[in-house]
């Protein structure tokens, strides 16, 4: 008994100094936290920087924003681009209008119409490595081959993954910033589903900056050279983006075009060889 109440004091300080530990913690937990600086205020630059797919941000659309390049026009507002679908509302060439050399307009209502054309009837890893021969086999039988200049080519999944990649040359058109610039024209057509001649020439058609429609600088380089990979009758998304730069936004453009149209020449060719070996 007497031993039992030598520990008494000592059991009741022990107890006495946790009652008070958990007392102190529990006031340090429910003091509020000081907010923390964010850069996600609605104004800010960096907030116009992310976007969720084919939405823009609040502060990108707007009507009354200042145009810094292109044509000024009263009837080019934002209301000639749909956000939705990332395509530009363009206005019918007129007889007046006609010239040797198309307009922005054109040349966008031309690329948008290749997209739809160009389609594949599937796609595999060796569709997309002789894909890549053949580009880079027609970049080395171009004049600015001859002229010395070199290239980069790059076809990816719309995930990222990488199908081919090839440099042609040396030096700075083959160089890390050439891989970069590269990469931002895929994240265009990753984008907008669009090739990146479209979006450059449709954007200069309506009189609109990049980043206007969502597609800031550097992230996103809108010259010419990406396009997208459609699989027929698909109307989700494409699969793909092939792309080529040199620093020619429409030869890199043409390039793909003719590849393209080549190999679905062949492609036709080979199947018309197959039914009729079938029908002997």
């Not at 004091?9 to 600086?37: D, E, G, H, K």
């Not at 900056?209 to 380089?221: D, H, I, S, T």
């Amino acid at each position: 008994m007497s031993a039992a109440l030598t520990y008494l004091p000592v059991s009741l300080a022990l107890l006495s100094i946790s009652l008070s530990t958990s007392y102190l913690f529990s006031l340090s937990r429910s003091q509020p936290q000081q907010p923390q600086p964010s850069n996600d205020n609605p104004g800010s630059a960096s907030t116009q920087a992310r976007f969720t797919p084919y939405r823009p941000a609040p502060s990108i659309v707007d009507d009354t924003a200042s145009v810094t390049s292109g044509p000024k026009s009263p009837s080019s507002t934002l209301s000639d681009f749909d956000f939705e679908t990332f395509t530009f509302r363009l206005p019918l060439p007129t007889s007046s209008s006609k010239s040797s050399m198309p307009s922005e307009g054109e040349l966008a209502a031309d690329a948008l119409n290749e997209e739809s054309i160009l389609r594949f009837p599937s796609f595999k890893m060796e569709d997309a490595v002789t894909l890549g021969m053949n580009l880079r086999k027609r970049f080395r039988a171009s004049m600015r081959h001859a002229k010395g200049k070199g290239c980069v080519i790059s076809i990816q999944t719309m995930q990222g993954a990488t199908m081919f990649a090839c440099a042609v040359g040396e030096g700075s058109d083959v160089s890390l910033d050439s891989w970069w610039h590269i990469e931002g024209m895929i994240k265009v057509v990753r984008r907008t589903g669009h090739s990146t001649f479209y979006i450059e020439k449709g954007a200069a058609a309506i009189g609109k900056p990049a980043e206007q429609l969502g597609l800031p600088f550097p992230e996103y380089r809108l010259d010419g050279g990406a396009f997208p990979i459609w699989l027929q009758n698909s109307s989700v998304g494409p699969i793909g983006i092939i792309a080529i730069y040199s620093g020619s936004s429409v030869e890199d453009h043409h390039l793909i075009i003719s590849t393209l149209r080549s190999y679905f020449s062949k492609m036709s060719a080979s199947d018309r060889g197959s039914v009729a070996a079938t029908d002997r």
